[in-house]
Antibody, heavy 119, light 107 residues
Framework: EVQLVESGGGLVQPGGSLRLSCAASGFTFKNFWMSWVRQGPGKGLEWVANIKEDGSEKHYVDSVKGRFTISRDNAQNSMYVQMSGLRVEDTAVYYC????????????WGQGTMVIVSS | DIQMTQSPSILSASVGDRVTITCRAS??????LAWYQQKPGKAPKLLIYKASNLEGGVPSRFSGSGSGTEFTLTISCLQPDDFATFYC?????????FGQGTRVEIK
């Protein structure tokens, strides 16, 4: 079964750091771009970052540039996002998503992990 | 950044209705547009990619059309399982952006 499972969410104080993980299974992970997408409480979807198959290319939404770092370990079939300088407005469910080959759209999503930034 | 604007924001409809949701891009995105369905507490699900291509396993009552700046998602005969929030997303230019969502609710 093709699956993405996020972990690492939790409660963190403003200015703090957190590392989210996304474990992939059921497909050849190294062949796909991967992304993080977030959704604030009661809000819409926001693309956060993505990373090329071999990790050589990365893109970020402006609001997280310089604070978030996306990475991947193809040997471990995993993707990560290191988040630092967290702000209250980063509070959201964070989804990892696969950019589906010829589709280019997000064809596989994880169940999400909740990040709460609060004092 | 490319702004994606969906209309309406809320749509009240009955089972069996034909429903159309519109998504407008602030500049041309060719056909680099996807539609997703999201139910409360769940991850989004891909319905349509490249504006008009139906994702595998998605019922044929869903269809997408458009190119450039104007796109539509149509549900030909609304079913009880279709009550959800729908999002469009452009992936022509970074940052990739989503519309604000259209909630389809029971009339």
């Amino acid at each position: 079964e093709v699956q993405l499972v996020e972990s690492g969410g939790g409660l963190v104080q403003p200015g703090g750091s957190l590392r989210l993980s996304c474990a992939a299974s059921g497909f050849t992970f190294k062949n796909f771009w991967m992304s993080w997408v977030r959704q604030g409480p009661g809000k819409g979807l926001e693309w956060v970052a993505n990373i090329k198959e071999d990790g050589s290319e990365k893109h970020y939404v402006d609001s997280v540039k310089g604070r978030f770092t996306i990475s991947r370990d193809n040997a471990q079939n995993s993707m990560y996002v290191q988040m630092s300088g967290l702000r209250v407005e980063d509070t959201a469910v964070y989804y990892c998503a696969r950019k589906g080959g010829f589709r280019d759209a997000f064809d596989i999503w994880g169940q999400g992990t909740m990040v709460i930034v609060s004092s | 950044d490319i702004q994606m604007t969906q209309s309406p924001s809320i749509l009240s409809a009955s089972v069996g209705d034909r429903v159309t949701i519109t998504c407008r891009a602030s500049q041309s995105i060719s056909n680099w547009l996807a539609w997703y369905q999201q139910k409360p507490g769940k991850a989004p699900k891909l319905l349509i990619y490249k504006a008009s291509n139906l994702e595998g396993g998605v019922p044929s009552r869903f269809s997408g059309s458009g190119s450039g700046t104007e796109f539509t998602l149509t549900i030909s005969c609304l079913q009880p399982d279709d009550f959800a929030t729908f999002y469009c997303q452009q992936y022509n230019n970074y940052p990739w952006t989503f519309g604000q969502g259209t909630r389809v609710e029971i009339k």
